[in-house]
């Protein structure tokens, strides 16, 4: 059997399962499910790696039928196992895997559990269609796919009007980038004529395509790309995607929604290679998102929401990489990132669940003594994001510096300062949740506890990663080599990726600067909120203020864009419902009394009538017949 059959079928036969049947099934049976059918798929990636790993970019295809014939235009459901693909889904699924065990303890008081697991496993079957088709259709389906599921798992506990609000906010603000994408596509058709990979590409490559349209479609697709990988004007929506439960969070940040648009810029390296103004405005919009979540996340005190703006600054990271044509530096982040922030996300669910769901990190304080294993492991991720020497984050945010400071020294020394503010919020998180005084007086310190070890294994299996991670694509100056990732994505591009060839004078002077960077915000950090033992104050004032409110993104957004809308809304429903329809309505009321009562007079029960009537008509009938006879 075709192995992309397996890895795409085992997750949807979970959702099956568990969304018909999982109500009737014991909790430990649809949490088993859930997580076998995943950890399946990731079973069957490994097994088919060797077949992948053969030279000449060996490929696994999977063509199931055709989708729509429209004269030449022909799109099929189709899928490839390639090398950028089979990397992408270790991540989903060995990730996945991970986040569906620790849901199993997490989510085990919840009334929705079987509902829980049969979104998790439709959510993992989406970004598999994603990453897995051959084509922009079937990349598509999988968009919109996650984007359902993202819906659905963000405001799964739907009660909470709050919570409901986000998951709409997050489903519209994602359609607004595949508005984008959708129009790219229909460039894309007009242009080729298809929509398979292997046709637009190779056209592509073959230098045919004016300069003009390879901008406007490169454009529009990293347009979806900002929508679904949360970059400036359209990121407000992962923040508040923290409503959902905190497994829910891992996922969407680590190993599925938001690393789509990374992906589908590194699957179009071609179309974007030859395209120098998207890059640059990539570079640039990446830039912005990396330093203002980075700002915004210094002045968070929910666990969860200064972990989503950590995201959304590494995901500018990510961004950055790409638009100085970096492509395997920006996946080498995806993957290191999907470690720590897996790993970081699934440790602050485990504060959560120890001290009864409280998120507030200002009520925390001292939890390493009862919480060793979730504080160790916690530890290690924050290390990891900070870029501490040796740990996988150093690793590859270090790639992404050399490459930018290659490119362009004013945009390296604004992530040289986003890299620092990292640093910093980073150990503010962890210095407010795990050391000084315990300062929560609504649940006592002695109930506070150690999450059980289905929860504790995750951690300590993303622990490992993110320590060992870097070594996916150690650097040249290690290895006298290029990286392994390097040389497993090169056979795939068309254009070769750029090598920026640096001296080892000035790379072991941008190896210090990194490590600077890294000492420089623990001793800040240290020194405020362990030294100075600081608690954040409830609200902040002047720039504080302002960078605790976010800018004032979300009411800026709320004034122009909802607010028009709904006094619009208003007046419209004024106008139809008061005018239009109330008019219609009582105006035709009258009318229809008359009628009424007039047939309240023709049907009044009286035979004699009706046989009058009848003879009555009979007559009429007769002369309609012999006048038109």
Sequence with gaps: MNPIILILGLPLLGFIINGVLGNKLPKIVVGAIGTAAVLGAFVIAILNWSIISQPENNTINLDLFTFLQIDQLSLKVAFQLDRLSIWMTLIITGIGTLIHLYSISYMKEDEGFYKFFAYLNFFIFNMLLLVLGSNFLMMFFGWEGVGLCSYLLIGFWYKNEDYGKAARKAFIMNRIGDLGLLLGMFLIISQFGSLDYSVVFTQIAAGNTSNSMLTAISLLLFVGATGKSAQIPLFTWLPDAMAGPTPVSALIHAATMVTAGIYLTVRCQVLFALSPLTN???????????VMAALVGLKQNDIKKVLAYSTVSQLGFMFVALGTGAYTTALFHVT???????????????????????QDIRHMGGLKSKMPLTHLTFLIGTLAISGFPLLSGFFSKDEILTAVFMHNKVAYALLVGSALLTTIYMFRLYFLTFHGQYRNHHYAFEKVHESPINMTLPLMVLAVLSIVGGALNLPAYLTHSEGFLFNWLKPLFMIPQSIHEIDHSTEYVLIGIAVLIFVTGFLIARN???????????????????????????????????????????????????????????????????????????????????????????VLLLGVNLIFA
């Design 280 to 290: 640059e405005i990539i570079l640039w919009v990446g830039l912005g998102t990396a």
């Design 528 to 618: 405020i909120f362990v030294t100075k033992a600081t608690i954040p104050a409830e609200t902040s004032t002047g720039l504080g203020g302002l960078l605790q409110n976010k800018f004032y993104v979300d009411e800026f957004y709320h004034k122009v864009f909802v607010r028009p809308l709904e006094i619009t809304s208003s007046i419209l429903h004024d106008l139809f419902d008061g005018l239009i329809l109330r008019a219609f309505t009582f105006g035709i009321f009258p009318l229809l009394k008359l009628i009424g009562r007039l047939n309240k007079k023709v049907q009044n029960g009286n035979l004699e009538m009706y046989l009058l009537y009848m003879v009555i008509a009979i």
């Design 336 to 358: 290191t990132h999907a470690f720590f922030k897996a790993l970081l996300f699934l440790g602050a669910g485990s504060v959560i669940h120890g001290m009864h769901h409280e």
